[in-house]
């Protein structure tokens, strides 16, 4: 199989915020993490629709000037270093059950030597899921991580990565990741391999910088839970005199969602 193509994906066209649109959109999404960085609960749910992450994949940053140095934000337009300067028209993501998923079409010529006419083409999919849907489920999930190459209507839809597991928030507020399967590039780990080499191992700190384990664990006392539903992303807050037992159910979710949410809204 093939993991790149020599057609690429017709992808819906590039969502192109308007500047109060953007300025909008990023105000909320500063507002959030300014709250989470100091320890204090956000003054509302972030919610972000597939409209807003799409605006932001081709919104370039300019327009916040920024504090105390007003006369530099018009340089930021040149430095070509934005997601919104490479990857407008480029990606488009959806956002489903339990599951966001990007579909990209990114021509290799300028990033492969030999690339000419080829692209890379592919989905890559995160979901998270709660292994029960009762609320006995305790705060256990079923997580998936995959890039897969190809279109989603080709026969030889090809996985370059796939990775399940299951995931809980330990008694000490610490993410656990087991892993339950994986295919690279065709091969597939038998039970025997993951029985030898990952069965009881935590993966989470493969994912994640120890130096900010303090930090995420105040971090999710603050936040409520996530849902990823109805074409957008809600990271809901803890608010005063809420009720706890519900917290560590979510904790896992939010960790994970939190975590990929605000990578894309800080590009």
């Given at each position: 199989?093939?993991i790149?193509?020599?057609?690429?994906?017709?992808?819906?066209?590039?969502?192109?915020?308007?500047?109060?649109?953007?300025?909008?959109?990023?105000?909320?999404?500063?507002?959030?993490?300014?709250?989470?960085?100091?320890?204090?609960?956000?003054?509302?749910?972030?919610v972000?629709?597939?409209?807003?992450?799409?605006?932001?994949?081709?919104?370039?940053?300019?327009?916040?000037?920024h504090?105390?140095?007003?006369?530099k934000?018009?340089?930021?337009?040149?430095?070509?270093?934005?997601?919104?300067?490479?990857?407008?028209?480029?990606?488009?993501?959806?956002?489903?059950?339990?599951?966001?998923?990007?579909?990209?079409?990114?021509?290799?010529?300028?990033?492969?030597?030999?690339?000419?006419?080829?692209?890379?083409?592919?989905?890559?999919?995160t979901?998270?899921?709660?292994?029960?849907s009762?609320?006995?489920?305790?705060?256990?999930?079923?997580?998936?991580?995959?890039?897969?190459?190809?279109?989603?209507?080709?026969?030889?839809?090809?996985?370059?990565?796939?990775?399940?597991?299951?995931?809980?928030?330990?008694?000490?507020?610490?993410?656990?990741?087991?892993?339950?399967?994986?295919?690279?590039?065709?091969?597939?780990?038998?039970?025997?391999?993951?029985?030898?080499?990952?069965?009881?191992?935590?993966?989470?700190?493969?994912?994640?910088c120890?130096?900010?384990?303090?930090?995420?664990?105040?971090?999710?006392?603050?936040?409520?839970?996530?849902?990823?539903?109805?074409?957008?992303?809600?990271?809901?807050v803890v608010?005063?005199?809420?009720?706890?037992?519900?917290?560590?159910?979510?904790?896992?979710?939010?960790?994970i969602?939190l975590r990929?949410?605000?990578?894309?809204?800080?590009?």
């Amino acid at each position: 199989p093939r993991i790149t193509s020599d057609q690429p994906l017709d992808l819906p066209p590039a969502v192109h915020l308007s500047d109060a649109e953007a300025v909008e959109v990023r105000g909320r999404i500063r507002e959030f993490r300014h709250a989470i960085h100091h320890g204090e609960a956000p003054p509302r749910d972030l919610v972000l629709t597939e409209r807003d992450i799409n605006g932001l994949i081709c919104d370039k940053g300019g327009h916040f000037p920024h504090k105390h140095n007003h006369g530099k934000h018009h340089h930021h337009h040149h430095h070509g270093k934005h997601m919104g300067d490479d990857m407008c028209g480029k990606v488009h993501v959806s956002i489903l059950d339990g599951e966001i998923a990007a579909d990209f079409s990114v021509p290799l010529d300028d990033h492969v030597a030999g690339g000419e006419g080829r692209y890379m083409v592919g989905t890559k999919v995160t979901s998270i899921a709660a292994e029960s849907s009762s609320e006995e489920s305790n705060g256990h999930y079923s997580v998936r991580s995959a890039f897969l190459a190809g279109s989603k209507d080709s026969d030889d839809r090809f996985p370059v990565f796939d990775f399940t597991g299951s995931v809980e928030v330990n008694s000490d507020g610490e993410l656990d990741l087991q892993a339950k399967s994986a295919e690279v590039l065709g091969w597939v780990a038998t039970d025997a391999f993951l029985e030898r080499f990952l069965l009881g191992q935590n993966l989470a700190g493969l994912f994640s910088c120890p130096h900010h384990a303090e930090n995420k664990k105040n971090a999710l006392k603050l936040i409520k839970g996530v849902e990823i539903a109805d074409g957008k992303v809600v990271i809901k807050v803890v608010r005063e005199g809420l009720a706890e037992q519900d917290e560590e159910d979510e904790m896992m979710e939010t960790e994970i969602g939190l975590r990929g949410l605000l990578r894309v809204g800080n590009n």
